[in-house]
């Protein structure tokens, strides 16, 4: 369970980090730093912190799977959202759509490290 856990979270992390590096590679060719929020959440977030999270479901098993199922989907689901949003706020997507997908995403992603937080302080098997 864990280890499915943790490979999902390593992939989604790679291609959050092709995808972040990509645009800041982007940025500093043509010297528009309209995506430097959202390069920088894609990197810190998709990439850095659901990497973090892959290898904290190596090291650590947490007894209630439950609620490590519910971080990781909360973690992938609102760092896709928040940082989508990000990308339709540079090219003004209709507000109501963009607003749902990125205070959702936002929102999303919020709740996970609450998750988090809990799994941290609660039992972890031996
Ligand atoms: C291919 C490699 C990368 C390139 C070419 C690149 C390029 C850039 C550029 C041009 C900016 C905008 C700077 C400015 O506003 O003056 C920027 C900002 C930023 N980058 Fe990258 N970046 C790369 C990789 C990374 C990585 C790996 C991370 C983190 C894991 C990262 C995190 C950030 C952050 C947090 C900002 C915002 C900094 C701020 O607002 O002060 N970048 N990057
Ligand atoms: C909970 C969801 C989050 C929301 C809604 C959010 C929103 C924002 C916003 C609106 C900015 C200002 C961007 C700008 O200057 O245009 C910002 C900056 C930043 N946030 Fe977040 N953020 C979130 C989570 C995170 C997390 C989890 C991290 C780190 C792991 C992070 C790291 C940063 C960094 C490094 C900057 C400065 C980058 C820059 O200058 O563009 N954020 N964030």
Redesign the pocket.
Known sequence: MHKKHSNLLLKTAAIFGMIGAGIGGHMAGSYDYAF??AH??IL??GW??LFSWAVYYRVFKPVSKKLATAHVYTAIIGTIG?TSGMIMDIFSVPQPFYFIVYIGG?VT??VS?ILFALLAFMKHED
């Open positions: 430097r929020a920088a959440h810190v977030v850095l912190s928040l936002g992603l919020l490290f």
